[in-house]
């Protein structure tokens, strides 16, 4: 993780005076939107940005804009490298030492809200935030009626990615001349369809949903899951022509031997370089089920930014301004130009640069067949998970109906859970012989320490520990959210969690002899 510290260069307390041909007024300072409160003065923030490299030295020269833009302010920043994905967990363990503002993944939203670590927009900037950015991307940042985020990107979504020289156009529209192309040229069709997020695109297709609602407080409270149903069953049926096709694999991290890879923009540098010449970017296919035709939905999904609560309304006032800026058009293009982001700006997503990307250009396709990721209960990921391989292993219609009635129990067993079940935790992982499938249950003894049984654990295999067989509060090896668990040698095993019962947590291995 890097720390990148910027300390502005200031004019002291100063104010900037500006000559107007012919008039002579001294240009007012800069004042709240909203209130018409004067905000000059001398800011000490602290904010988290994407770790990427790079990305902390363009935001340093975007918050010198910024002053420039608004004399009078003055911004200390010192800013901070941590993934997007891992934001929330951290803001959570401590809200009140959090940064001023971070970013992080919209899927995290409701944690945040439920947490109170979050700033919501005032009337007028939510306004313009609403004007500015796309619908998608409003909605990601959005809890119960609420706007409660920045928009910082559109780009979270999925599309195709083919070999031009044994794919055309026009065949790529189909999903079965695609396994038919990849088949005869010996070539594999990468998509993982054992990981929800694209598993979904399938039951999306036909017509399938999987709504989540949650109250003002972010916590979750009815699900609207139409999966287990004859759309269902066409979707499972409409996968099972891929899954089972010997040219499948559901590895799309890598490109080797691919025709064809179903992923998003972070792997553009990749396709270009697998396929050269013969790249080609498009929306995904269609695939027929009983005589009906069917588009491959999918995810959409964004990074947002997002402020936190302020006892003192001029830095709370300030500290809005600023995340309107570096959410907004200029500082979004200068994001794309260097690092490819998708801009979530209307305006940006119109300049001929970004329409000219073929992979931008191709998510844009895809997303007019897309969901938005709202917010999503942490259990439903290992539950959609296993139906991409159950329509693998599937050898009847029976089978496939099966799979879609078990989905369906887990889902309704998530809202009657008892208190005692969604404080329980668990062990899961690629450990035991198990896929990040099973989990295995700690015991608390004494208060605050949980314990698992003995286990079977080979020199590789990961795991987590988490709570309530949902992904919303885990640990690893570096607090929560933290990465998996690695085992060091063969042996037999007790997971060990010694807890604090708020943010920290400290995962072992006891091995037990014998």
């Given at each position: 993780?890097?720390?990148?510290?910027?300390?502005?260069?200031?004019?002291?307390?100063?104010?900037v005076?500006?000559?107007?041909?012919?008039?002579?007024?001294?240009k007012?300072?800069?004042?709240d939107?909203?209130?018409?409160?004067?905000?000059?003065?001398t800011?000490?923030?602290?904010?988290?940005?994407?770790?990427?490299?790079?990305?902390?030295?363009?935001?340093?020269?975007?918050?010198?804009?910024?002053?420039?833009?608004?004399?009078?302010?003055?911004?200390?920043?010192?800013?901070?490298?941590?993934?997007?994905?891992?934001?929330?967990?951290?803001?959570?363990?401590?809200?009140?030492?959090?940064?001023?503002?971070?970013?992080?993944?919209?899927?995290?939203?409701?944690?945040?809200?439920?947490?109170?670590?979050?700033?919501v927009?005032?009337?007028?900037?939510?306004?313009?935030?609403?004007?500015?950015?796309?619908?998608?991307?409003?909605a990601?940042?959005?809890?119960a009626?609420?706007?409660?985020a920045?928009?910082?990107?559109?780009?979270?979504?999925?599309?195709?990615?083919?070999?031009?020289?044994i794919?055309?156009e026009?065949?790529?529209?189909?999903?079965?001349?695609?396994?038919?192309?990849c088949?005869?040229?010996?070539v594999?069709?990468?998509?993982?369809?054992?990981?929800?997020?694209?598993?979904?695109?399938?039951?999306?297709?036909?017509?399938?949903?999987?709504?989540?609602?949650?109250?003002?407080?972010?916590?979750?409270?009815?699900?609207?899951?139409?999966?287990?149903?004859?759309?269902?069953?066409a979707?499972?049926?409409?996968?099972?022509?891929?899954?089972?096709?010997?040219?499948?694999?559901?590895?799309?991290?890598?490109?080797?031997d691919?025709?064809?890879?179903?992923?998003?923009?972070?792997?553009?540098?990749?396709?270009?370089?697998?396929?050269?010449?013969?790249?080609?970017?498009?929306?995904?296919?269609?695939?027929?089920?009983?005589?009906?035709?069917?588009?491959?939905?999918?995810?959409?999904?964004?990074?947002?930014?997002?402020?936190?609560?302020?006892?003192?309304a001029?830095r709370?006032?300030?500290?809005?301004?600023l995340?309107?800026?570096?959410?907004?058009?200029?500082?979004?293009?200068?994001?794309?130009?260097q690092?490819?982001?998708g801009?979530s700006?209307?305006?940006?997503?119109?300049?001929?640069?970004v329409?000219?990307?073929?992979?931008?250009?191709?998510?844009?396709?895809?997303?007019?067949?897309?969901?938005?990721?709202g917010?999503?209960?942490?259990?439903?990921?290992?539950?959609?998970?296993?139906?991409?391989?159950?329509?693998?292993?599937?050898?009847?219609?029976?089978?496939?109906?099966?799979?879609?009635d078990?989905?369906?129990?887990?889902?309704?067993?998530?809202?009657?859970?008892?208190?005692?079940?969604?404080?329980?935790?668990?062990?899961?992982?690629?450990?035991?012989?198990?896929?990040?499938?099973?989990?295995?249950?700690m015991?608390?003894?004494?208060?605050?320490?949980?314990?698992?049984?003995?286990?079977?654990?080979?020199?590789?295999?990961?795991?987590?520990?988490?709570q309530?067989?949902?992904?919303?509060?885990?640990?690893?090896?570096?607090?929560?959210?933290?990465?998996?668990?690695?085992?060091?040698?063969?042996?037999?095993?007790?997971?060990?969690?010694?807890?604090?019962?708020?943010?920290?947590?400290?995962?072992?291995l006891?091995?037990?002899?014998?």
């Open positions: 993780m890097k720390i990148r510290k910027i300390l502005s260069v200031v004019l002291a307390a100063l104010m005076v500006a000559c107007f041909a012919g008039c002579g007024e001294e007012k300072p800069d004042t939107k909203d209130t018409g409160v004067d905000l000059s003065g800011y000490d923030i602290k904010l988290w940005v994407s770790e990427i490299d790079g990305v902390a030295a363009l935001f340093e020269k975007q918050i010198d804009a910024f002053e420039k833009a608004n004399p009078g302010i003055v911004i200390n920043a010192s800013i901070e490298g941590v993934t997007e994905g891992d934001a929330a967990s951290k803001v959570i363990q401590d809200v009140a030492t959090a940064p001023d503002i971070y970013c992080f993944a919209q899927d995290q939203l409701a944690r945040l809200v439920e947490a109170k670590a979050l700033a927009p005032g009337t007028k900037a939510a306004e313009t935030i609403k004007a500015n950015n796309d619908a998608f991307s409003i990601a940042a959005t809890v009626g609420k706007l409660s920045y928009p910082l990107t559109s780009d979270n979504g999925y599309y195709m990615y083919y070999d031009k020289s794919i055309s026009e065949d790529a529209e189909s999903l079965e001349k695609i396994i038919a192309a088949e005869k040229n010996n594999k069709f990468r998509y993982a369809l054992e990981n929800s997020w694209y598993t979904a695109s399938f039951f999306f297709a036909t017509g399938c949903e999987s709504t989540w609602t949650m109250d003002a407080e972010g916590k979750f409270n009815a699900v609207n899951d139409t999966f287990n149903s004859d759309k269902g069953l979707a499972m049926k409409g996968m099972q022509k891929l899954a089972q096709s010997p040219c499948y694999d559901s590895n799309a991290d890598i490109f080797t691919a025709g064809v890879v179903i992923t998003g923009i972070w792997a553009a540098n990749a396709a270009g370089e697998h396929f050269g010449e013969n790249l080609g970017a498009t929306d995904l296919p269609s695939f027929e089920v009983d005589g009906t035709s069917y588009h491959l939905g999918s995810y959409t999904g964004n990074k947002l930014m997002g402020v936190k609560p302020q006892t003192d001029k709370a006032a300030v500290l809005s301004q995340a309107q800026y570096l959410t907004g058009e200029a500082c979004q293009l200068e994001r794309y130009e690092f490819q982001w801009p700006n209307k305006a940006a997503q119109a300049s001929d640069k329409k000219s990307n073929i992979s931008l250009a191709a998510l844009a396709k895809q997303n007019e067949y897309g969901v938005l990721q917010q999503i209960h942490g259990s439903w990921w290992d539950i959609a998970k296993v139906l991409g391989a159950e329509a693998k292993a599937a050898t009847s219609e029976a089978d496939l109906q099966s799979a879609l078990d989905y369906k129990k887990a889902i309704d067993a998530l809202f009657t859970m008892t208190d005692e079940q969604k404080n329980a935790w668990s062990v899961i992982g690629g450990i035991c012989g198990t896929n990040w499938d099973t989990d295995y249950a015991t608390e003894d004494p208060a605050g320490t949980y314990t698992s049984e003995a286990l079977e654990l080979k020199a590789g295999e990961e795991f987590k520990v988490r309530g067989a949902s992904w919303d509060v885990n640990f690893g090896v570096d607090g929560p959210g933290g990465a998996n668990f690695v085992v060091e040698k063969d042996g037999t095993y007790k997971v060990q969690l010694v807890w604090d019962g708020a943010e920290t947590g400290t995962v072992t006891i091995p037990v002899e014998g």
